[in-house]
């Protein structure tokens, strides 16, 4: 039997505290300059002036400690958990809900959680966070909080393709359904694109495509290539900046792609907005 | 840009002079309210209760804080996607609301309730929430607490910045945005 190292789960939990600490008052590296770049390439004042003021609220998040936004989102945790790894204490999902709620309340977030989608009481902890897990080689503990706003999220798309579908269909479909999101989930953008898998996987592969790191691309020429039409795409759309017009309404394009069934071709839409959070650790 | 100077509460010369694509800076009190505290409150003008504030001539921020951290008036503090709120437009601009802010499209039922009314739609700077927090002078629960951040609250504000998106004559900037494509 393999070695099996020990992790310890409270160190999981306090782990994803500091990561939702990480990326609530800051945006991953590169983000900031992408926008200053963008409004160099801005005509309309409004768009050049909103994209002013995304840099100016990164840099007073960071200065003064409150939220990116005010909606400091659902906590959405990724873990690649190694398969010779021995979980030591609590149940994992109990501590890593501990972690979330620690840092909500501590950090003074704000808490959007509702117990039951009909009865709408908020559950006053943020939690229960929302947790995908793999099992991959190894021994580590990779974990990947991301912080997601409900204004994009319900900008949120899956359309279930033909098989024989071209990859100008699916462009044209990713632009008319940024197109009819507007101005509502905070463009620029980085989109994820989930494509194959099954309709489940899709999904979850959109929002994974978005952590894959800013200024990333695809490994697959091919996939890089539709990624760079796509955004170029979104970017000739009008939508802009905050959806006042303009040529910046998407930052970045990301696809993840899985194998499907001979008879589907699932695309989903993970529409980030501007304030891109997320943070990551190896345990 | 060239920003109006717009001071609460509003009256009908300056929403005559508005247009779609102005760019605007509030001064006075807006009054921050969501999905849950519209809710409650169309109820109440439906039984015929007077609302937490005077409504009319008010402007409504779509809104709901992050909470304010020792020392500071508010948390973060941006717009939320207006949308949600289309379904309480015209019960709110029938009893006198002149003004919305939040961010997003508005349906065509919600803008013509507007129109009727004589309010005008903006969108302030949305997911920019630290920086806006630095243009509220004063923040005070006032109704409806056991919501938490859908409470509503009032807030003084100096040069808060907001766009205007729907103005009385029917224009719309995000329209306006695609139209230009290309």
Known sequence: MAHRRPVSVELIGRTVADLVDRASFEMPAGVEDLYAAMRDRENSGTARYALGVLVDNAAIARADRLPLCQ????????????????????????????????????????????????VRKNTETNTPCFLHTEIVPGDRVGITVYLKGGGSENMSFLKMFRPTASVEEIIDHIASCVIEAGPNPCPPLFLGVGIGG???????????????????RHADPAYADIERRILERLNATGVGPLGF????TAAAVYIKEAPTHIATLPVALNLNCHSLRYAEAVL | MNWIQIQTPLDDETVNTLRTGDAALFSGVLYAARDKAHERMRR???????LP??????????????????GRVIGSAGPTTSYRMDPFA????????????????RSAEARGAMMKCGA???????????????????????????????????????????????????????????????
């Open chain 1, 71 to 118: 909606d400091c989102g659902v906590t959405i945790v990724f873990f690649d958990i190694g398969q010779d790894v021995s979980l030591e204490g609590d149940y994992l999902p109990d501590a890593v809900n501990r972690g979330v709620r620690d840092a909500y309340e501590r950090l003074y977030l704000r808490k959007s959680v509702v117990g039951d989608p009909l």
């Open chain 1, 198 to 216: 099954t309709a489940d996987v899709a999904l979850v592969n959109a929002k994974r495509a978005v952590l894959r790191g800013v200024g990333s």
């Open chain 1, 245 to 248: 017009g303009g040529a910046s």
């Open chain 2, 44 to 50: 109440m003008i439906e039984n015929g209760e007077a």
């Open chain 2, 53 to 70: 504030f005077d409504p009319r001539g008010q402007v409504i921020y779509f809104m709901g804080p992050s909470p304010a951290p020792p």
């Open chain 2, 90 to 105: 015209g019960t709110m601009c029938g009893a006198g609301v002149k003004g919305f802010i939040g961010k997003g499209k």
């Open chain 2, 120 to 182: 005008v739609y903006f969108s302030t700077f949305g997911g920019a929430g630290a920086y806006l927090s630095r243009r509220i002078v004063s923040s005070s629960e006032i109704a409806f607490d056991d919501l938490g951040p859908e409470a509503i609250y009032r807030l003084e504000v100096a040069g808060f910045p907001a766009i205007v998106i729907n103005d009385i004559f029917g224009g719309d900037l995000y329209e306006d945005a695609l139209s230009k494509r290309g």
